[in-house]
């Protein structure tokens, strides 16, 4: 009887590397996609950016909306590590409140992710949930250090959440504010955390610093 071949086993770590790899490729493919096309791209539309086969997608995601979500999720969190320039989030106020200001600016220092929320703050849900969600552990832990006014905080940071896609929608989506009347209001918003219009002056004359973009 002749011997069974034996079949090439990949190691455990150059397939781990390998999978991550591709679903980085793919994860990027979908940000340029989003930034085209918006999020009504199909996955055919994703596959032609990718340079894949839709099955290859499917491989790695069960759906074109968790690949987007996932996708957005990367870009978002890769941003807020750049505005807070490296340093840990909420450690004040202040450099909470300049990396929102920075959201404002984002067509001059990330234009593909400028792009990315132009289609998709049709729908302003992402930031809504980014801020409702992501950000809340953040305003939380500010409201209960006594930066910011912590009664009926649900409420609050919901307000606050659809304030600020408000005027991020102004900013990206519609035109009708400038990244500097946006600031404006932002300063304005923060009366829902119960801070004065003086402080919110003083927040808002910060200068913003930038760091550099990779």
């Not at 590590?81 to 404002?104: H, I, T």
């Not at 930031?127 to 305003?139: D, K, L, R």
């Amino acid at each position: 009887m002749a011997a069974k071949k034996k079949v090439a086993q990949v190691p455990a770590g150059r397939q781990a590397a390998y999978t991550a790899r591709n679903r980085a490729k793919l994860l990027h493919s979908a940000q340029q996609v989003l930034a085209d096309i918006g999020p009504k791209a199909t996955i055919e539309q994703i596959a032609e950016i990718a340079e894949v086969s839709p099955t290859t997608i499917y491989k790695y995601f069960d759906n074109k909306e968790i690949l987007f979500r996932e996708a957005l999720g990367l870009i978002w969190r890769e941003w807020v590590e750049w505005s807070y320039n490296g340093a840990p989030p909420a450690q004040s106020l202040e450099a909470v409140l300049d990396s929102g200001r920075k959201l404002f600016w984002v067509r001059q220092t990330h234009p593909l992710m400028a792009k990315i929320l132009h289609n998709t703050l049709e729908n302003p849900m992402f930031i809504i949930q980014a801020v409702s969600g992501g950000a809340t552990e953040v305003f939380r832990g500010l409201a209960e250090r006594g930066d910011l006014n912590n009664q009926n905080f649900e409420n609050r940071i919901l307000l606050w959440a659809y304030c600020l896609a408000g005027l991020m929608t102004a900013v990206h989506v519609t035109g009708e504010l400038s990244p500097t009347d946006a600031e404006v209001a932002f300063g304005i918003g923060l009366s829902i955390w119960g801070v004065s219009d003086a402080k919110a002056k003083k927040l808002m004359a910060r200068p913003l610093v930038f760091a550099p973009v990779k």
